[in-house]
């Protein structure tokens, strides 16, 4: 029976300060920290083991994974890092307070923004201080103005197909450490959640959430692992 783990990165600054974040590269708080260490210490404890991980290329989530895997004594597995499990790209959200946008242009402006499927927020603007197309780690790549979830679903699934579903079907057990939305075009995949119901899924930071896949990659059973 494949196996999957799915991890959102530990507390960063920015989820600590309330503040739009996507693509843009924060660390973890001391709480994140913890929240990775202790996720990795309940993996251990329910004799979770995995052969391959993946992760995005932002801070946040490498180091959750890391931090995981020490304490599990598993900093030697082979990990593939890919933009394509990066975080949503808020566009020209980055950076800014989530509760003074509301003061703003109001809530229900700001609720699309966030949870709507397919509506983008405005675009990143050019030359802003935020704009990652001269970042070294995306050479090559056509850094998105802005993002909807519908569009993060429509790069994370091909990766999906062409790098995690084969790793599963081969056998191996596989852990990803990514962010919310990343991780919510995966369980909108995996367990077949209708667009208008997806965006209402909440995924909290630094709690594994265990897959048992069929042969055909569908969800047998999807749990916490805290509450198994």
């Known amino acids: 029976m494949p196996r999957l783990v799915l991890i959102r990165h530990g507390q960063s600054s920015w989820n600590l300060e309330n503040r739009f974040t996507g693509w843009w590269d924060v660390d973890v708080t001391e709480l994140g920290v913890e929240e990775a260490r202790e996720a990795g210490r309940l993996m251990a404890a329910r004799g979770l083991d995995f052969d391959l991980c993946f992760t995005s290329l932002q801070t946040r989530a490498i180091k959750t994974l890391n931090l995981a895997l020490e304490e599990m ?4 597995l082979p990990v593939e890092k890919d933009w394509r499990l990066n975080e949503r790209h808020y566009g020209g ?6 509760a003074e946008m509301i003061a703003k242009v109001g809530e ?3 609720r699309i923004w966030r949870r709507s499927f397919d509506v ?3 675009p990143l603007e050019a030359g802003s201080p935020f704009d990652l197309a001269s970042d070294r780690r995306y050479a090559g790549i056509a ?3 802005t993002e909807s979830l519908k569009d993060t679903i429509a790069r994370v ?3 999906w197909d062409s790098r995690i579903a084969p790793a599963l079907r081969s056998g ?8 919310g939305n990343s991780l919510r075009a995966l369980v909108k995949h995996l367990s077949a959640i209708p667009d208008d119901e997806i965006t209402g899924l909440e995924i909290p930071t630094g709690q594994p959430i265990v897959y048992n896949l069929d042969d055909n990659l569908a969800a047998i059973d999807r749990y916490y692992l805290k509450d198994r």
Not at 73 to 76: A, F, I, S, T
Not at 93 to 98: F, R, S, V
Request: proline share 17%.
């Open 73 to 76: 004594g598993r900093l030697w």
């Open 93 to 98: 959200l980055t950076g800014l307070n989530k």
């Open 108 to 110: 229900e402006q700001v």
């Open 120 to 122: 983008p927020p405005p």
């Open 143 to 145: 850094v998105p103005r």
């Open 157 to 159: 699934l091909p990766y």
């Open 172 to 179: 191996q057990r596989v852990l990803i450490s990514a962010h």
